[in-house]
């Protein structure tokens, strides 16, 4: 185990600047090919792919299972956690958000229900003012999977004014439910449609937000005696933690 995760980290200290040349990063490959033990590997993968751990999905015993199975494997290898962490976890809730009513009205126009989309793990929200609530608008030639990740990561109140190119992925405003992380300060509105300048808004929503026990849901684990970020990741992603 050990060797795997010194083989990671020197690959991922070799070859994470673009600036290598192809020869550099050939060596590094066989260098971190002497390091691997390929029963390591298929004992790891074998482990976390088995049926009891359910695919480590979110909210299942299985994904418990399977965060205690890396911790060990990161505690044999002499890892420690990051500087002010216990452990190697950093837990946080979920919730599964059912919409229920939704109205948003712009400068007095009420907006149609297939124009809008109201993201939010709160239970309701209740605006008649602008104050507090940030307003973008998504050009045509964003991309919207980039644009609302970005959205999102900010944890605010946004009022987001899409261009009708972006009708396919907002249509629906009670669809605006599924697994979110616990933010209920941060509330992501999207409508479709031209509007210039925005003197008044109104939103109304209500949902059922159930919240499922934090200690169901495994973080990102991680934290190495060396300093690169890129290492964290790949390890990160090997081990499937979810």
Same mark, same amino acid.
């Given at each position: 185990?050990?060797?795997? /995760?010194?083989?990671? &980290?020197?690959?991922?200290?070799?070859? #994470?600047?673009?600036?290598?040349?192809?020869?550099?990063?050939?060596?590094?490959?066989?260098?971190?090919?002497?390091?691997?033990?390929?029963?390591?590997?298929?004992?790891?993968?074998?482990?976390?792919?088995?049926?009891?751990?359910? =695919?480590?999905? *979110?909210?299942?015993?299985? /994904? !418990?299972?399977?965060? $205690?199975?890396?911790?060990?494997?990161?505690?044999?290898?002499?890892?420690?956690?990051?500087?002010?962490?216990?452990?190697?976890? $950093?837990?946080?809730?979920?919730?599964?958000?059912? @919409?229920?009513?939704?109205?948003?009205?712009?400068? #007095?126009?009420?907006? %149609? @229900?297939?124009?809008?989309? /109201? *993201?939010?793990?709160?239970?309701?929200?209740?605006?008649?003012?602008?104050?507090?609530? $940030?307003?973008?608008?998504?050009? &045509?030639?964003?991309?919207? *999977? /980039?644009? *609302?990740? =970005?959205?999102?990561?900010?944890?605010?109140?946004?009022?987001?004014?899409?261009?009708?190119?972006?009708?396919?992925?907002?249509? =629906?405003?009670?669809?605006? =439910?599924?697994?979110? !992380?616990?933010?209920?300060?941060?509330?992501?509105?999207?409508?479709? #449609?031209?509007?210039?300048?925005?003197? %008044?808004?109104?939103?109304?929503?209500?949902?059922?937000?159930?919240?499922? @026990? @934090?200690?169901?849901?495994?973080?990102?684990?991680?934290?190495?005696?060396?300093?690169?970020?890129?290492?964290?990741?790949?390890?990160?992603?090997?081990? #499937?933690? !979810?």
């Amino acid at each position: 185990m050990k060797k795997i /995760i010194a083989a990671i &980290a020197f690959l991922a200290l070799t070859t #994470g600047s673009f600036a290598q040349d192809a020869a550099s990063n050939a060596k590094a490959m066989k260098q971190v090919d002497k390091l691997i033990k390929q029963d390591d590997v298929d004992r790891i993968i074998k482990t976390l792919s088995a049926d009891d751990m359910q =695919g480590r999905a *979110t909210f299942t015993p299985g /994904i !418990e299972k399977a965060a $205690q199975f890396i911790e060990g494997e990161f505690k044999e290898a002499g890892l420690i956690p990051l500087n002010g962490n216990k452990d190697f976890r $950093q837990n946080f809730a979920m919730a599964t958000v059912t @919409p229920g009513t939704a109205s948003v009205a712009i400068n #007095g126009k009420a907006i %149609s @229900p297939d124009s809008m989309k /109201i *993201t939010t793990s709160a239970a309701s929200v209740n605006w008649s003012d602008l104050k507090d609530v $940030q307003v973008v608008r998504l050009a &045509a030639d964003k991309d919207f *999977t /980039i644009e *609302t990740a =970005g959205y999102a990561a900010k944890g605010k109140k946004m009022l987001i004014i899409a261009d009708p190119k972006f009708t396919a992925n907002i249509k =629906g405003g009670r669809r605006g =439910g599924g697994r979110l !992380e616990v933010k209920d300060d941060q509330v992501l509105v999207y409508v479709i #449609g031209n509007f210039d300048d925005v003197k %008044s808004l109104n939103v109304s929503y209500t949902a059922k937000v159930v919240v499922s @026990p @934090p200690g169901l849901v495994t973080s990102q684990l991680v934290s190495l005696n060396f300093d690169s970020s890129v290492g964290l990741s790949i390890i990160y992603c090997m081990f #499937g933690a !979810e």
